[in-house]
């Protein structure tokens, strides 16, 4: 009867706590909605897999190492490990920011560099919502510090790569809602963004078309990321981390002599930063850290951020219609929240709906690729101040 006993305190039944049968079916949902609705798949497949291992109860997978008069007892789990030599460091954000480099063409940018504004007024979400977590604070619903506010409010950016880093510098006790609230709503993009788009234009400005965007050199997209480099790191050092490597994986694509490298970045190095990213964030999912009323705060100041970040695209682009020679269609103001590029997809869709004729694909892609660089420069004015 006792090895009876010792057998059962032993498995995971016996230990198992209501919050984590709660986290256990949250990390289930996510792995439901990647693989049955395809909701970042590439990201909740992991996230919600992480989230698992971290509250089975008895396995340790994401436990601390225990020293004892100075002495290793107990090893950490696997998880704990990969979070912090990847994501405590800041490594896999900025390798996936260099993949993501590799991945985007600044061609439509450079084409339009009008563009450009577009991606830095839907950064108006991000510092809207810093506003909003600090009011929050105020109630006694949640009590968030500025710090936290700001690793909060990068959400509007919709940039997991960029919220992540900036949570695990100035929230990391956050990490794990913050992660999951970026890339929901990332992958929310088709649904969030269109009702917003069609409240704020007509449909005479839906059906805008816009002129065919010139051809970009070779030796332009050469200099574009070196440029960019220089200048945002000169006027603002925290912020080049993530600039430094998106311009690494753009130049190494545009250079057109490491094509190697190039494909690496955009395939391999990144589709493995990725398995571990995912699962370093779901091991900040345990159930003693993600279930309380700040979670909710954070899934609830992240739709707002994601929505005025959609909003202020839009309004920009009306605005300068007003001053501009050669219009703009507001609808690709929506894409400058940087979720590449699904959200340029998104503008584009909706310009086929108001005119089968209107291709805005190409010109969203400018104000997209736009808002990536933004998000990269917000993150580094919150760790200039704050961190």
């Keep these: 009867m006792a090895l009876l006993l010792e057998l059962w305190h032993s498995t995971g039944l016996s230990q198992v706590e209501p ?72 490594i896999f954000p900025l390798v996936i920011f260099m993949g993501v480099g590799a991945l985007s063409d600044f061609g439509p940018l450079l084409a339009n560099p009008r ?67 970026a890339y929901s709503y990332m992958a929310l993009v088709p649904i969030i963004q269109p009702p917003i788009m069609r409240a ?23 200099l574009f990321p070196l440029l960019l480099l220089l200048l945002v790191s000169l006027f603002l050092p925290a912020a080049t981390p993530l600039i430094g ?13 490491v094509e190697r490298l190039s494909e690496t970045a955009q395939n391999a190095l990144i589709n493995i930063a990725t398995i571990f990213l995912g699962l370093g964030v779901g091991s900040k999912m345990r159930a003693a850290e993600f279930l309380d009323l700040s979670s909710l705060a954070i899934l609830l100041l992240g739709a707002i951020a994601f929505a005025i970040g959609t909003a202020s ?36 869709r909706e310009g086929l709906k108001a005119d089968p004729q209107n291709f805005l694909l190409m010109h969203a892609m400018g104000p997209n690729v736009a808002g990536v660089i933004g998000s990269a420069v917000a993150a580094g004015v919150m760790l200039s101040l704050l961190n």
Aim: charged share 10%; aromatic share 6%; glycine share 12%.
């Design 19 to 90: 919050g984590q049968v709660a986290m256990l079916a949250i990390g289930l949902s996510l792995l439901y909605l990647a693989i049955h609705h395809r909701f970042e798949p590439l990201l909740l497949v992991p996230i919600g897999f992480g989230a698992i291992l971290a509250n089975i109860p008895g396995a340790g997978f994401a436990d601390a190492p225990v020293y004892e008069s100075g002495a290793l007892s107990a090893p950490g789990g696997l998880l704990y490990y990969i979070y912090h030599a990847g994501i405590a460091s800041g």
């Design 115 to 181: 563009t450009l504004l577009l991606g830095a007024a839907a950064q108006v979400g991000i510092f809207a919502t810093v506003l909003g977590a600090i009011a929050l604070s105020s109630t006694d619903f949640t009590d968030f510090s500025l710090q936290q506010a700001a690793a909060i409010g990068i959400i509007g950016g919709a940039d997991g790569p960029t919220a992540i880093f900036v949570a695990s510098r100035l929230a990391p006790e956050l990490l794990g809602a913050i992660a999951v609230a």
């Design 200 to 222: 704020l234009t007509t449909q005479a400005e839906r059906q805008l078309h816009m002129a065919q965007l010139r051809t970009v050199s070779q030796r332009e997209k050469i």
């Design 245 to 257: 490597m998106l311009c690494l994986g753009n130049l190494m694509r545009e250079c057109g002599v």
């Design 313 to 348: 695209g839009v309004l920009m682009a009306k605005l300068m219609n007003r001053w501009s020679a050669q219009p703009i269609n507001p609808l690709i103001g929506a894409a400058g929240v940087s979720a590449v590029p699904m959200a340029a997809r998104v503008a584009h």
